[in-house]
């Protein structure tokens, strides 16, 4: 007799990000370890381009002239900082502020990721360029950085700095911008499951309900969605 497994329930799961945003990096290696434990659904990710910093002029800012830029001191800005890093520890994502020195432009990641999806999965190429920002400080706006990214997820290193070296797909993650923010979307992390959406770092409970939620919408056909703002915990532009 044949006995074989039952195939699991594929789910798609939409996630708008940026790389350079602690909570993204927070939010994601929280959802992805706790979907990744879920024995009763395949999880399918599709990654959606939110840029916080789009502007050409903050690609040269070192680290320092944004964060006084933007928190008006750096003592003020410390601070901030290390509440984060105490806050990504506690959801198992290593950040270290002291070895970020500029502020990158992230249209090449994510020109990346628009590349890599479609020639396989991407979920291990974005936690690494998160880690080489996050973890190490590294330009993740440089070609040949990238590049080398993507070779050690899997990926073509020659055809992956060939894309690089131009500019094709900048439309497409600049028309995906534009559609998150028609979407009425100005926070991320945002995940939308199903036609749900969650916005904000959260716990394992709380995503083990959206994508049981999901679940539920998917199969009844109903319409429901979360309010983005009354359901954030921790989503708040840096």
Known sequence: ?????????????EVVFDFV???CCMGITRLISVFRRRT????????????????????????????????????????????IEIQAAEFGCAIHFNRIHRVPNTMNAHRLIEWASARGDCTTLV?????????NGED???PALLAEIAVRQGFDHDLALHFLSG?????????????????????????????????????????NRLMDAAFWVTGSKAEIRFDAERTSLLSQRF
């Open 21 to 23: 945003c602690p909570w």
């Open 167 to 207: 500019q094709t797909l900048a439309g497409t993650v600049t028309a995906g911008q534009i559609q998150a923010q028609k979407a009425g979307i100005n926070g991320v992390p945002s995940f939308i499951i199903g036609g749900l959406a969650l916005t904000g770092v959260h716990d394992a409970p709380a995503l």
């Open 127 to 135: 936690l690494s360029i998160f880690e080489a920002f996050f973890q």
């Open 40 to 83: 009763d659904v395949e999880t399918l990710y599709t990654w959606r381009p939110f840029l916080l910093n789009p502007a050409s002029q903050n690609e040269a800012m070192t680290f320092n002239d944004y964060l006084e830029a933007r928190h008006g001191s750096r003592e003020r800005a410390d601070r901030l900082l290390r509440l």
């Open 140 to 142: 993740i706006s440089d």
């Open 1 to 13: 007799m044949n006995m074989l497994a039952p195939s699991r329930p594929r789910m798609s799961v």
